[in-house]
């Protein structure tokens, strides 16, 4: 029998009752907006790249005050949540000066991330020759996007809770590119197209990487599960390393040497020296005229004469 909306509705409040983890009624108001880290993403993105992102384009006059107010007013909007992000709000007066503290070394970072991103954007002209200027690559690769949001949230990751995964996962729902705040990664990044890449928590990555679209950095499933947490669980790629599509590399003790090329759907869960060429041995494709009339649908049609 059908349930009516009564009824599913007191079998709903019956299962808010229930303790776990999905039910957070009472201390609801000590979680940080989600909405309002999500607007912040979008005033650092206006930060690191000023007449960018849609708003109105100001005379290079008027920049400093322009940048004095939207520091302002992202200080003003994240204070709270980083409050909030440690349980206490309203907050008290040691809880605020915590935030400020972390705010201050939050905003003097910026102006390192914009050079690091420089560097970035740099990667990307140079590896990419479909892209015909740097403006093409600000407005419109999402992998810019998502390495921007990922390392201003890297600054947050050992001081707030919470925030720099939303941060990331901000960026993961508009680019497809998942990059969790805590791994690391050096200067000249570039993943081109994108979709589908995945950097785990602790991976390591050099400088001079550059990524095609679906590589994972991933950990391997072991029964310890939360035991292994803070443990080294994702490979370390060092400087200079080009990995193609497709590619999965596994485990915390997996090393891909210097200027190593690893070619596309290549499945590691070891170690590859430097200057190494990795790639998938497969049959040979086979190319084979169409027959007439009627559309080949199994290996021994295919193979019929």
């Given at each position: 029998m059908n349930k009516n909306g009564s009824d599913a509705v007191n079998e709903l409040l019956a299962t808010y009752g229930e303790s776990g983890g999905i039910n957070y009624l009472d201390a609801a108001a000590t979680l940080p907006s989600r909405e309002t880290?999500?607007?912040?993403?979008?005033?650092?993105?206006?930060?690191?790249?000023?007449?960018?992102r849609g708003e109105a384009l100001a005379d290079s006059e008027d920049l400093p005050d322009i940048t004095k107010s939207r520091v302002r007013s992202l200080r003003i909007?994240?204070?709270?949540?980083?409050?909030?992000?440690f349980g206490d709000y309203p907050a008290s007066d040691e809880t605020k000066k915590k935030a400020d503290e972390i705010l201050d070394f939050f905003v003097s970072q910026l102006p390192e991330v914009r050079k690091i991103l420089w560097s970035d954007i740099d990667a990307a002209y140079e590896g990419d020759p479909a892209a015909k200027s740097y403006e093409e690559i600000i407005l419109a690769y999402p992998s810019l996007e998502a390495i921007a949001i990922y390392r201003m949230a890297h600054l947050l990751y050992n001081k707030v809770p919470l925030i720099p995964r939303i941060m990331t996962e901000w960026a993961h729902s508009r680019t497809g590119i998942d990059i969790h705040p805590g791994a690391e990664i050096g200067s000249h990044f570039f993943i081109d197209h994108g979709?589908?890449?995945?950097?785990?928590?602790?991976?390591?990555?050099?400088s001079h990487v550059k990524l095609y679209q679906g590589v994972s950095f991933i950990a391997r499933s072991l029964a310890a599960g939360q035991a292994l947490r803070g443990k080294k669980r994702h490979p370390t790629i060092e400087d200079g390393v080009r990995i193609y599509a497709g590619t999965t590399i596994m485990g915390g003790d997996t090393v891909i040497g210097a200027n190593t090329?690893?070619?596309?759907?290549?499945?590691?869960?070891?170690?590859?020296?430097?200057?190494?060429?990795?790639?998938?041995e497969e049959k040979e494709v086979a190319i084979i005229p169409k027959r007439e009339k009627q559309t080949a649908t199994t290996r021994e049609e295919f193979s019929r004469d």
């Open positions: 880290i999500e607007e912040a993403c979008a005033d650092l993105m206006s930060l690191m790249f000023p007449g960018f909007r994240l204070r709270p949540e980083i409050c909030k992000s979709t589908g890449v995945v950097v785990g928590e602790t991976t390591k990555i050099g090329t690893i070619g596309a759907n290549v499945f590691l869960t070891k170690s590859v020296p430097p200057n190494s060429l990795v790639y998938y």
